[in-house]
C-alpha cells in the first residue's frame, strides 16, 4: 500500500511530529502538509524532513475551498490537525475559533465526500465531554463543552459525524489527552513553564492549581492517531489518553524541580475564567485496536524538559516576537495575585 496522506496543521505541534512519524514509519507513503502558518505554525518544526521527496508543503487556510479541492483530490486520506488550539485565545477571541475549527472541517469534509476518500480522520480533544470530575470519560458520554475552544472542537466533531451518517463519508475521530514533547508552541502550560523556569521567570498558576489534566506524550498520540487510521472503523471515535491526573501545582513543582530551580518561581495568579477542573478518557477502546503506551508520565514530561533545555535556539525567537505582545497583554489580565 502506498498512500498519500493529507495533512493539515502539519506546522504546529502535534501536525509536525505526525508528519515526521508518518514519513518515518511509512517508507512508501507520500505526505502533503497543508498549513496556513498561523501564529503557531512554523516551518523550522519540519526543517529535517522538508528535502524529503516523499514531502510537499503548501500554504493555505483550510476553509478556502479552491486551496482544499485539488489537494483532496491527490490524497488518499485526510488527517486534519489544522486548528486554532488555545483555550486562553478563544476566550480572548472566539471568532476565528468557528472558522478554522467548524468551518474548516466543513469544507475538508465536503472535498472529502467529493473525492472519495479512503479515511478522513479529525483530530479532536478530551477536552468536548467537560469537566469530568470523577471517574473517566467514554466515547459515548455526552458532550458537554465549556470553552469556546471545546466548543468549536465539538461543533468541528459533530459535523464531521454528521458527514459519516448523511453522506457516507470514511470518517474517523480521536479525542487526545493534553500533549507535550517537541515543538509545541509555549503558551501551553507544560512549554510554558519550562521555558519560564529556564529564563528564571514566574511560573504563572491559574487559581489554587488544582486543576488536573491528563499529559500524554505527543509519540503516544501519533501512535494512537496512526492505529485509527489505518484500524479503525469507520464511523467510530476513539480517545487517546495516557492514564495519568496531574495537577497544576504539581506540574510546576515538578518542571523546577528538574531543572534545580527554586519553587518560590511558583506564582499564584487570578484563574482562567470557566477554567475545567479536570479531564479524564477511558482509552480502552483503542488499546482493542493493538495500543499501548510507550511513555510514563514522568519519562515524557522529563524528555520535554530536556528537549526546550538544549533547544533554545527553537523557542526564543518565538519568544520575542508575536508571543511576547500576547504574553503581556494575557497575563496583565492575571496579573492579580490569587487569594487562596
Ligand atoms: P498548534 O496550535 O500547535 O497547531 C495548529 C496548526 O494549525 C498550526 O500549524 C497552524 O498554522 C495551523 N492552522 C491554524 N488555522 C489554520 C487554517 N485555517 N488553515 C490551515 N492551517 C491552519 O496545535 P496542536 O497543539 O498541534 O493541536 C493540533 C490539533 O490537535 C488541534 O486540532 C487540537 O485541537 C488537537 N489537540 C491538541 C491537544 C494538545 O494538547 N495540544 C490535545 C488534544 C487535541
Ligand atoms: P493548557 O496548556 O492551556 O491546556 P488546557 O487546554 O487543558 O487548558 O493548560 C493546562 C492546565 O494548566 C490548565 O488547568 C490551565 C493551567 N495553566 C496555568 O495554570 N497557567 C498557565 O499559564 C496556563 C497556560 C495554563
Not at 506524550?217 to 484500524?231: A, E, N, P, T, W
Not at 495568579?269 to 510514563?296: A, E, F, M, N
Not at 533547544?311 to 525567537?317: G, H, K, M, S, V
Request: proline share 5%.
Amino acid at each position: 500500500m502506498s498512500w498519500t496522506i493529507l495533512v493539515t496543521g502539519g506546522a504546529g505541534f502535534i501536525g509536525s511530529n505526525f508528519v515526521r512519524y508518518l514519513l518515518r514509519e511509512y517508507p512508501d507513503y507520500r505526505v502533503i502538509n497543508l498549513d496556513k502558518l498561523t501564529y503557531s505554525g512554523n516551518l523550522n518544526n519540519l526543517k529535517d524532513v522538508a528535502r524529503d521527496p516523499r514531502y510537499e508543503f503548501v500554504q493555505g487556510d483550510i476553509t478556502e475551498e479552491s486551496v482544499v479541492l485539488p489537494l483532496v483530490q491527490r490524497s488518499d486520506a485526510v488527517v486534519n490537525f489544522a486548528a486554532e488550539s488555545h483555550v486562553d485565545r478563544s476566550i480572548a477571541d472566539p471568532g476565528v475559533f468557528l472558522r478554522t475549527n467548524v468551518e474548516g472541517p466543513r469544507v475538508l469534509l465536503e472535498a472529502s465526500r467529493e473525492s472519495g476518500v479512503k479515511r478522513f480522520v479529525q483530530i479532536s480533544t478530551d477536552e468536548v465531554y467537560g469537566e469530568v470530575m470523577t471517574g473517566s470519560s467514554r466515547e459515548t458520554d455526552r458532550l458537554a463543552p465549556r470553552s469556546p475552544y471545546s466548543a468549536s472542537k465539538a461543533g468541528g466533531e459533530l459535523l464531521v459525524q454528521s458527514y459519516h451518517v448523511t453522506f457516507g463519508v470514511p470518517t474517523l475521530i480521536t479525542r487526545g489527552s493534553n500533549t507535550i514533547g517537541p515543538y509545541q508552541y509555549p503558551e501551553k502550560v507544560v512549554p510554558l513553564f519550562i521555558t519560564n523556569a529556564l529564563d528564571d521567570r514566574p511560573l504563572p498558576i491559574y487559581g489554587p492549581g488544582t486543576a488536573v489534566r491528563d499529559y500524554i506524550h505527543v509519540v503516544d498520540h501519533c501512535r494512537g492517531i496512526d492505529q485509527v487510521l489505518h484500524h479503525g472503523i469507520e464511523g467510530e471515535v476513539y480517545n487517546i489518553g495516557a492514564d495519568n491526573s496531574v495537577n497544576t501545582v504539581d506540574l510546576a513543582s515538578a518542571i523546577v524541580d528538574y531543572l534545580g530551580k527554586p519553587r518560590a518561581l511558583l506564582q499564584h495568579v487570578q484563574d482562567r475564567p470557566g477554567h475545567d477542573q479536570r479531564y479524564s478518557v477511558d482509552s480502552g477502546k483503542l488499546r482493542k485496536l493493538g495500543w499501548s503506551l510507550c511513555y510514563t508520565f514522568k519519562d515524557a514530561l522529563e524528555e520535554t524538559i530536556r528537549w526546550y533545555r538544549d533547544n533554545r535556539e527553537w523557542w526564543e525567537p518565538i519568544k520575542k516576537g508575536e508571543y511576547a505582545r500576547w504574553y503581556d497583554e494575557h497575563y496583565k489580565i492575571h496579573e492579580t495575585p490569587h487569594e487562596s
